[in-house]
């Protein structure tokens, strides 16, 4: 973590949440959300906590001091008719009181976006082999290298989006979704960071087959990105996150999906929101990338995709939702981050930590 008083974000070194955080009395140079988080992490901070005090025996975790925040830019003057993934010139202030906060202005980056068509039809193939191809190479890495963040437009044509959609739903009814947890979470505290429901899902459960074919498309493309990402080398993925906002007016504090060199190296929304409306529905994801006083808000839309890095570069948030919100998430793994982060233990618990194979390349691809 950095120094107090550097220019970098600041981070809670367990769950990654960079707001209310307080400091370790010790070292004074980590931060968490809260004592439990710190209590969590004493066993990974200790040793950096011990050398910053020139490696004096290990004591007791000293108590933690509030963090005093920095002062956050002033609001951005609504424009008329916002389209999404804008990109606004300052940061706003946080206003979680309705989905009327939304303060982007006119400024698009249209380089965020592409409309790519049909992936895949309603049967599951390709409708052209080389489509996915192209969109890696011609479009995902050098929007990746370039800003960190790319949006896909009907990704797998609204038929078959509809028909994900319907397999996320009929998965809803079956009450196997939980309340989200955070990486290592034991107890309730993460329901005040994030109001999500989520399940995970491999694909090949009963009643997934739709699910099935998005996460081989989503593969397809990774796999044509790998070699062209700078030094990543993916490898493999986490299982299928399927989360559910249940529209009660319930985000996620903005945070980092990997503060720690857990492995992930590339997060992969799908959302499956039909004629959402952001003025009335809420639930952008803000994306304020590292080092850029702009920010990225990016409207749930059915059959789009996101893609960023899902490291420090990319703090972003859930604002809050007030009509179901349904999204599939996928973490890639780099293969060298993530076998360096086994060894330290640094993955964590649950069904993140479990490394699933990219499917196999389809036929048509």
Same mark, same amino acid.
């Given at each position: ?46 040793? =950096? ?66 409309? =790519?068509? +049909? ?7 390709n409708t052209k ?16 290298r370039k800003h ?66 998005? +996460? ?31 529209g009660n007016g ?5 945070? =980092? ?109």
């Open positions: 973590m950095q120094n107090p008083g550097s220019d970098r974000d600041q981070y809670c070194e367990l769950c990654g949440k960079m707001e209310d955080l307080l400091k370790c009395g010790r070292c004074r140079n980590s931060f968490y959300c809260s004592k439990e988080h710190q209590k969590q992490d004493w066993k990974k901070h200790k040793q =950096v906590c011990r050398e910053s005090d020139n490696a004096q025996p290990a004591q007791p975790v000293q108590p933690i001091q509030p963090v005093q925040p920095a002062q956050p830019a002033q609001p951005v003057q609504p424009a008329p008719e916002p389209q999404a993934a804008q990109v606004s010139k300052k940061r706003p202030q946080q206003n979680r009181t309705g989905p009327s906060s939304r303060t982007p202005d006119s400024h698009q980056t249209t380089d965020l976006i592409t409309s =790519v068509g +049909l992936c895949r039809s309603a049967d599951g193939t082999p080389s489509r996915i191809q192209n969109l890696a190479l011609e479009y995902i890495v050098p929007c990746l960190g963040i790319c949006v896909v437009e009907k990704f797998l044509g609204e038929e078959t989006g509809l028909s994900v959609l319907q397999d996320v739903r009929d998965l809803h009814l079956t009450g196997l979704f939980t309340d989200g947890q955070l990486v290592s979470q034991r107890s309730d505290s993460s329901k005040e960071i994030r109001g999500d429901q989520i399940t995970w899902v491999e694909g090949s459960e009963s009643g997934c087959g739709r699910i099935a074919v998005l +996460l081989s498309c989503m593969d397809d493309l990774l796999r044509h990105c790998d070699g062209n990402l700078g030094n990543y080398r993916i490898n493999g993925r986490t299982k299928a996150m399927v989360a559910c906002y249940p319930t985000g996620y504090v903005r945070h =980092v999906d990997n503060p720690n060199a857990d492995g992930r190296c590339v997060t992969c929304i799908y959302y499956l929101n039909r004629d959402w409306d952001a003025e009335k529905h809420g639930g952008l994801l803000r994306i304020y990338p590292e080092g850029k006083p702009q920010f990225a808000d990016i409207e749930p839309k059915l059959d789009r995709l996101l893609l960023f890095w899902s490291d420090r570069r990319n703090p972003h948030e859930v604002q809050p939702a007030y009509t179901t919100r349904y999204a599939i998430t996928v973490w890639y793994f780099d293969a060298d981050e993530r076998a360096q982060a086994k060894e330290k233990h640094l993955t964590g618990t649950g069904e993140k930590g479990v490394r699933v194979d990219l499917n196999r390349p389809s036929d048509a691809s």
